[in-house]
Antibody
Framework: QLQLQESGPGLVKPSETLSLTCTVS??????????WGWIRQPPGKGLEWIGS???????YYNPSLKSRVTISVDTSKNQFSLKLSSVTVADTAVYYC????????????????WGQGTLVTVSS | DIQMTQSPSSLSASVGDRVTITCRAS??????LNWYQQKPGKAPKLLIY???SLQSGVPSRFSGSGSGTDFTLTISSLQPEDFATYYC?????????FGQGTKVEIK
């Protein structure tokens, strides 16, 4: 059973870079059926897709964050990572990593599984 | 970007009630619509994909319908463990977007 786990600092200073890593277990990050992505949720608010990466390294970002986001993959470690630069208090959120399933026999796609999430607070 | 609008934002219901949540897309998304359940402090959990396909392990009291711009999530008989926030998400085009959520509370 595929499982995802986020890791990284829980506190980041304004103007600095937020860095998180997601470790995939129970399966290979090089699976052709998955894109690997990041989704965030500010406290008490809704969900925002940040971006996704394929094991080959192809990336897709939300235009609203594209100028500040970098997602990378390390297939040797079965991990993918998020960097968000020039953070402000508005970037305070629970950050989830998730697999976006793209079955070979279907055009539909969805986010599953999800990591448990990690709260990142931006504060001086 | 495709905007997803859910209604209502919250509702109160009793155990055993039939509950319906609506999601509207700002443009046609065919049946590229997913539903998630989120409980406090937990990650969202996939319930329905492709507008009406039940994810493995999800109770059959959950069902989804709709196509184009209008979609519905129905819980046929609300159970105590169903009190949560529900989100729709379009998977038609990037950037993938979510509705603002519907909180189902105990009456």
């Amino acid at each position: 059973q595929l499982q995802l786990q986020e890791s990284g600092p829980g506190l980041v200073k304004p103007s600095e870079t937020l860095s998180l890593t997601c470790t995939v277990s129970g399966g290979s990050i090089s699976s052709s059926s998955y894109y690997w992505g990041w989704i965030r949720q500010p406290p008490g608010k809704g969900l925002e897709w940040i971006g996704s990466i394929y094991y080959s390294g192809s990336t897709y970002y939300n235009p609203s964050l594209k100028s500040r986001v970098t997602i990378s993959v390390d297939t040797s470690k079965n991990q993918f990572s998020l960097k968000l630069s020039s953070v402000t208090v508005a970037d305070t959120a629970v950050y989830y990593c998730a697999g976006r399933v793209v079955p070979a026999a279907s055009l539909y796609n969805w986010f599953d599984p999800w990591g448990q999430g990690t709260l990142v607070t931006v504060s001086s | 970007d495709i905007q997803m609008t859910q209604s209502p934002s919250s509702l109160s219901a009793s155990v055993g009630d039939r509950v319906t949540i609506t999601c509207r897309a700002s443009q046609s998304i065919s049946r590229y619509l997913n539903w998630y359940q989120q409980k406090p402090g937990k990650a969202p959990k996939l319930l329905i994909y492709g507008a009406s396909s039940l994810q493995s392990g999800v109770p059959s009291r959950f069902s989804g319908s709709g196509s184009g711009t209008d979609f519905t999530l129905t819980i046929s008989s609300l159970q105590p463990e169903d009190f949560a926030t529900y989100y729709c998400q379009q998977s038609y085009s990037s950037p993938w977007t979510f509705g603002q959520g519907t909180k189902v509370e105990i009456k």
